[in-house]
């Protein structure tokens, strides 16, 4: 009870203190209009340079007037002369004002300045005799005023929610943030270089649907005015990318939102990033091929190298993936061996195992879909990639010709968790409306992840769609494995959030 007691007093002075700066600061900027210097007034600053510029090319710049923009970050009051460090997109350079280089009104203004106020210079290029390369300011200038202190040691903030909550405080603070969504964007520009090289075309398809389809999720539920009909924001781009493969589109891609309105975790966010993919003449085997050359363009075109390390262990994305069926998995690792059993023996292997089998999951695919979820999929460290899953969990995937018990599926799964999941996709018209019913069945005795009847789907299927191997993969995912990032929310930006009133 005591140390709740003293914590509480810490945060009420805590408070207090944030409220007293809060008050100082808007004071001087009242100064500043009263005196006609509103730095909210200011619209534009013409720089010429960014501090990377300053440290990569010294030997050009040196003794050369360069104009920088930023945010001040420190500063050090030495008498008639300062140091400041100033903070851009790039990096952080030591600014130096000296009293007679900016003259004694401005130099008197610099130094009620406060730290993370945005400011423009203009100065010469130097090396102090510390051997720091630094600019001598000569023009300064207030371009924005910062009203809310920064904290001075984000990730020493007990409440680390904030960190996702005001993300424009973390990446203020914190350089290695920024650098996880830099390299974030790379990853997804070079997504977007391999596609494009293979002759894919990039599109776009609907957020909103009547319908939702092309994934086993609950989605969320919104409605339309003018319609007056409920609409589901999409939980999978699948659907309409192979209604383009119909159309004569042949290799289509599509980088996009999706939403799922499910769990929150570690792995999870209501809200996503996926590419999805689908070429016309090919099967999951080609796309096996395809997911490993993406991810290995990726890697060493964004980070040099297909070795990462990622929560401690060195992760191999080199040519080469594992590749095993499920049947092969379970049976390695759960020792069942599913090949050889009937649907009556398989339920008596898995009860023998003791595991909890659900309602209406009694069938030979349920039971080996649960083996492989109970006993391998935590196994599987290194990129491998698991194949041909039963026809129950594989609505939207074509049937093995030498086994309609299974489908030419595949998902990749890294350090245990599924990167990406992929088919030789199902183009017979007959087969799905008979699966969609099957889902229908699923959904109307409660599953509310049940895929819903798809009609304008299966009559484009009607209209033909050829051989085609198609693709989904989550980009947060890899993204979270090639910067070593423990959790989704460190990569996305503005991670789904429960208000801080409830």
């Not at 005023?145 to 990446?171: A, C, F, I």
């Not at 809200?271 to 490993?292: K, P, S, V």
């Not at 999951?361 to 935590?378: A, H, Q, R, T």
């Not at 049940?450 to 989550?474: I, K």
Request: hydrophobic content about 35%.
């Amino acid at each position: 009870m005591a140390e709740q007691h003293q914590s509480q007093q810490e945060n009420e002075q805590t408070a207090e203190e944030l409220h007293e700066l809060k008050r100082i600061r808007r004071e001087k900027l009242a100064e500043l209009q009263q005196a006609g210097a509103d730095p909210f007034r200011q619209v534009r600053f013409a720089r010429d340079h960014h501090t990377v510029d300053i440290h990569t090319r010294f030997d050009e710049l040196e003794g050369k007037t360069v104009r920088l923009a930023g945010r001040m970050m420190s500063k050090r009051i030495m008498g008639k002369a300062s140091f400041s460090d100033l903070s851009d997109r790039y990096g952080r350079l030591q600014l130096y004002i000296k009293r007679d280089n900016v003259g004694d009104e401005v130099y008197k203004g610099y130094k009620k300045f406060d730290i993370g106020d945005i400011i423009g210079v203009s100065g010469e290029v130097f090396r102090t005799q510390k051997g720091e390369i630094s600019v001598a300011v000569q023009e300064l200038t207030l371009l924005s005023k910062n009203l809310s202190p920064l904290p001075e040691k984000w990730h020493g903030l007990k409440d680390t929610d904030m960190r996702y909550r005001q993300r424009y405080v973390d990446l203020i603070i914190n350089p290695e943030v920024r650098e996880v969504f830099e390299k974030r964007s790379a990853i997804v520009r070079e997504i977007r270089n391999f596609m494009d090289a293979r002759g894919f075309m990039e599109v776009e398809t609907p957020c909103l649907n009547t319908i939702p389809g092309g994934a086993a999720a609950r989605p969320f539920i919104t409605h339309h005015n003018a319609l007056d009909i409920d609409m589901y924001m999409r939980i999978a781009t699948e659907l309409h990318l192979k209604r383009l493969i119909v159309g004569g589109f042949e290799q289509v891609y599509e980088i996009g939102r999706i939403f799922r309105n499910e769990g929150m975790d570690t792995r999870h966010n209501p809200e996503f990033t996926t590419i999805e993919l689908y070429q016309a003449f090919t099967d999951y085997h080609g796309m096996m091929d395809i997911t490993e050359d993406m991810v290995v363009h990726v890697c060493e075109k964004v980070l040099g190298t297909t070795k990462v390390t990622y929560q401690g262990i060195e992760l191999d994305f080199a040519k080469g993936w594992k590749r095993m069926t499920m049947a092969e998995a379970v049976k390695e690792y759960a020792g069942i061996d599913f090949m050889a059993l009937s649907a009556e023996q398989a339920l008596e292997a898995v009860k023998a195992k003791g595991l909890e089998i659900e309602k209406g999951k009694e069938s030979w695919g349920d039971l080996m879909s649960l083996c492989y979820d109970e006993y391998v999929e935590s196994k599987l460290i290194q990129p491998t990639f698991i194949t041909d899953y039963p026809v129950e969990i594989s609505p939207l995937a074509k049937r093995k010709p030498s086994d309609p018990r299974l489908t030419e599926r595949f998902e990749c799964f890294v350090y245990g968790r599924e990167l990406c999941n992929a088919f030789s996709e199902l183009n017979d018209p007959i087969d799905q409306r008979g699966r969609f019913e099957h889902q229908a069945a699923l959904r109307a005795a409660g599953d509310e992840e049940a895929s819903m009847m798809d009609e304008d789907f299966l009559s484009a299927l009607e209209y033909g769609m050829p051989p085609t191997g198609g693709m989904g993969m989550g980009i947060d995912r890899l993204v979270m494995f090639l910067t070593d990032s423990a959790s989704i929310r460190d990569v996305l930006l503005f991670p789904t959030m429960r208000p801080i009133d409830q």
